[in-house]
């Protein structure tokens, strides 16, 4: 692999510390703002963060880079650990977690600071949260693979192991959804540092299997099947 020049380096640094600040801006920062507020500097940002990688690869490193064809290398594997944990989050939120009482039953602070949250960023009825859960699973799932792992986990590769690469590239991953978990959960519940926790494994993990098949496509539909089951627990929480 190509030794990494120093431009790449900062450009590497700034895509990883880059998704931490957007959502620490639109999230947490402008939670008060104006709807159409927030939802500008989401679109804006994620507009600057899925064009970046092409961008520096393609037009300033002129780069040869092509859409990869179909192929099945790590998808069955990709599909089987997506749907595991998946269907794990779902088992543990209907038979615990949601029950009364629990973290996220009824009316607990952590169900209102969802609901709250949903209805602030204009989710304020079944069929745009539907919409939105078939966006993320589908659309920027595949997104965050190709920015995660097709970019910054393969290019800080070149300049040390892959495990180093790996844990590099789950770090950045994880910061922004320390964010998201925070607002919910508090940061000083565990359930926030546990859901970071199984966040970073995860990030290894699509990282791990990235390397050994040399495409998205496993990874994609594994992140895909576990952000299914975070929107299938987010619609019960809401409209339950």
Request: charged residues 10%; hydrophobic residues 55%; contains cysteine.
């Amino acid at each position: 692999m190509k030794q990494l020049s120093r431009f790449d380096g900062m450009i590497l640094v700034i895509a990883l510390i880059f998704p931490f600040f957007l959502t620490l801006t639109y999230f947490v920062l402008l939670a008060g703002s104006p709807v159409f507020v927030q939802k500008s500097v989401y679109g804006i940002g994620k507009i600057f963060q899925f064009i970046l990688p092409v961008f520096w690869v393609g037009v300033v490193c002129r780069e040869r880079w092509l859409v990869r064809r179909w192929n099945t290398r790590g998808f069955a594997e990709g599909t089987a650990f997506g749907i595991s944990v998946a269907v794990a989050m779902i088992l543990l939120y209907f038979f615990w977690l949601g029950l009364p009482g629990q973290l996220l039953g009824n009316d607990t602070p952590a169900s209102l600071a969802i609901v709250t949250k949903m209805n602030g960023l204009g989710i304020i009825n079944e069929r745009l949260f539907f919409l939105l859960g078939v966006f993320y699973s589908v659309i920027h799932s595949g997104l965050e693979e190709y920015y995660w792992r097709w970019f910054i986990f393969s290019r800080l590769r070149c300049d040390g192991s892959w495990f180093f690469a790996a844990v590099i590239s789950s770090l950045g991953f994880t910061a922004h959804h320390i964010l998201l978990l925070g607002t919910y959960f508090g940061y000083t519940s565990p359930f926030c540092w546990l859901g970071s926790l199984g966040v970073a494994v995860g990030g290894l993990y699509w990282a791990w299997l990235y390397k050994r098949s040399d495409s998205i496509w496993g990874t994609w539909i594994s992140h895909g099947f576990i952000d299914a089951a975070i929107f299938i627990i987010g619609f019960t929480v809401c409209f339950r």
